[in-house]
């Protein structure tokens, strides 16, 4: 039997499983992740604020339940309330859309230095492809925030005040990070199921239009939606995230094997994994001195394999993508001769031996015919190394061809 045969094999099965659930195997709704962002560093003090940001569904439900942490705070962090609605125009909510949050039945939380909390359950229904406002009101502020840096979205802020129910938010300031929601799950259907796109700048939309839903898990929630049975799609990208080494600047958040449980097999709900990563565990080693921040492919290949082990023993499959290129790469980054023959070593390994359950060549996808160590004009943002919107489209397709079928 060939290795393609048991790829094509293996991303036929998603959709099979969630039918086979959906016909009666599994209650008939549950808790599945629809939504999320990974904390990767502790953000500015924030004065008293009610600061209000804008989310979109991959999957609908019947009720919906927010995710808060406080994972990188110095501090309790006390949010006096919390608020959802349907997203309006702007940080305007659709008229009487609005509903209050609670924690174990409570309007108020205190969450304790580096802890988390999921809300109670709240009535409200949410299409696919839903935008919800989520409002906390922070009467203390905070000492430090816990952020996801690149949120590619815009927050508001209603300083000092409780705005948190508003349907007109006040006119204020804005931000452009996650602050304290890391999840939103919706009740589905029984048969749902959450695909984890754990991966980089590239998988947290770098290069993509700010507030357009445009980054590439966006696409292929979008592609997704009309499936015949329910899935889900959450982000779990963090631009400058590695692997196996931790990140040696901010908002880079931890290596993958340290937050591969906390942003994805943790998930309610996740049946699968799309592993697009890599590319920076190479360009460290060319960009920062320190002899230890260097990896050779087998330390990578080894990661993946770990990785793979871990979601196996949790009963979720795993996609892995080829590294893609970056020949030509503007500065901070670096390309080189001898990373660039690591991620050729990797790409081969992944091709070729991989125990993934499906690969998607990115490489491939994406790359200049003419000049295969660059990526395509037509895909470039303009930095040789990540893709614009167009770019982001096809790697949707070919990740919904290859691996989701």
Known sequence: MTRQFLHSAAALSLAAMLATAAAGAEPPTRWVAT?????????????????????????????????LSNEYGTGPLAIGSAHVAVRGKGAGLVPGSGRAVTFDGSPTVTLEKGGSIVSDAVDLRVAPLQELAISLYLPAGSAASTIHGAALQTAYIAPGIDAAAAETFPAGPTDDSR?????????????????????D???????????????WPDILAQRLSGAAAPVAVVNAGIAGNRIVRHAARPFAGPATMARLERDALDKPGVKWIVLAQGINDITAGDMLADPAEKVAAQQ????????????HARNVRVCGATLMP???VRRPFVHSLAGE????????????????????????????PSHPGRLQARF?????????????????????AACLK
């Open 35 to 67: 939504w999320g962002a990974a904390p990767d560093a502790a953000g500015p003090a924030l004065a008293p604020q009610t600061l209000r940001q804008v989310v979109r569904t991959s999957l609908g439900g019947t009720a919906v339940r927010i995710a």
């Open 179 to 199: 602050h304290f929601i890391t999840g939103v799950d919706v009740a589905a259907p029984g048969g749902a199921g959450t695909v984890v796109i754990v991966g």
């Open 201 to 215: 700048s590239i998988a947290d939309g770098i290069g993509s239009t700010e507030d357009g839903n445009a980054r």
């Open 300 to 311: 990578i290949i080894d990661a993946m394999q770990s990785l793979v082990r871990r979601a």
């Open 326 to 328: 970056l020949e030509g």
């Open 341 to 368: 023959a690591v991620r050729q070593q990797v790409n081969a390994w992944i091709r070729e031996t991989a125990p993934f359950d499906a690969t998607v060549d990115l490489d491939r996808v994406m790359r200049d």
């Open 380 to 400: 470039d943002s303009g930095d040789h190394l990540h893709p614009n919107d167009a770019g982001y489209v096809a790697i949707a397709e070919a990740v919904q």
